[in-house]
């Protein structure tokens, strides 16, 4: 199994910035996460979560400043996982979504139906192993999409607004999961506009604003005493514009 | 049971001579999609996932080669596989090589430009994830062709349509030799040019409906793999 050497942990981002013809989506942003509890993106639209994950991820590159995986420069996606915000199905049944991500994972073929396995009985989805996956529900999809992330067996998993569009009994399960996710020891690091889910989930926040990080801190700490203007405006629900 | 009608009594009575022509139209139009196929889902493919100079210009030629006259191909087939010719040597001039050939040249543009559009498609929507899932470039290239089968299938039929329904070409590379060129529509044209017009429908009426039952099978394929992998 090919397995780049080293850790992706800390990932770390100096001085990023991010712009696409002119507009700026990130604004040089310098961060570190390593392990920990879950570190939730909060911020309105167009703060930049979406595309603060996908520069977490390598997805894409910044602009200007640099990121790096464990101080490595370019480091491939091996040990970190992504669940977009409307994930992707594969057109292939429940239990190939999984076998596919498997073996782009690099796992022998004889583990595969035993990890297969044990990944649809994580998620709930057993029952479900042999449906087309694009007849799954949006709550079912998004599980699958986690257990094809965790598929990878990753050491970091990002998440773009998990439960967005999910009715309440869905989102429960897709957070009970994040939490089991989070004990297993994977670095959760989440994006969300439900506030509610963000105190549920959150180890740490990080609120992004026009592009920067305006605020950055425990959990508790920022629901109970927000330090910044832009902080507490949002706590109250008011529009920052 | 003979009635007044040629061709019903050439199909009710199996005519081994009817039996040969529409065996060999099946098998050149077949053979010429499995070859185009070969060349061009990949081709089509490669097109939809790399940028390069002139991508531009090959799109809008794959576009355009889906209208090639057939007698032109034709044409430049006979020039390559006659005797004088530069592939002269292989003696396949007059052969059911030379028609596969021929509807092979046809048939790949309109694959190649149908996967293009399809895989592309499919492409925008799933890069992203393969991208996340680290899927190297040539596994990518299977799983687009791989999950887009059920549309591909159409891009195959249409091809197969084409081929099936082609005259011009095989007329002229297979020379229309009776007991060993000769297929649906060179006997059609033949027919009809000899004045023997209900020989001619007849044959038209068994062709289409060998048509209708390929695509068919075909259908009922794509219905039965979709129930089971969506």
Redesign the interface.
Known sequence: MMRAPGSDLPIELADARYHVRGSVILDGISLVLGEGPPTVLIGPNGSGKTTLLRMLMGLIAPTDGAVTWGGRRNAPPVRRAIVFQRPVMLRRSVSANLVYALSSAGVARAARPRRVAELLELVGLLALAARPARGLSGGEQQRLALARALARDPQVLFLDEPTASLDPAATKAIEDLIRTVAERGIKVVMSTHDLGEARRLAGEILLLHRGRIVERGPAEAFFAAPRTDEGRRFLAGELLI | MPTDIPVVDLVLRADPELLAIVRLSLAVSLAAVACAAALALPLGALVALTRFPGRDATIVALNTLMGLPPVVVGLAIYLLLSRSGPLGDFGLLFTPQAMVIAQAVLVAPIIAALTRQTIEDLWL??C??L?????APV?RVR?LLW??R?SLLTALLAGFGRASAEVGAVIIVGGNIEGHTRTMTTAIALETSKGDLPLAIGLGLVLMAIVVLVNALAWGARRAG?????
């Open positions: 929507e799933y992203d994830e991208a996340a899932m680290h899927v596994q799983t999950d887009a059920f979709e129930r089971l992998a969506g």
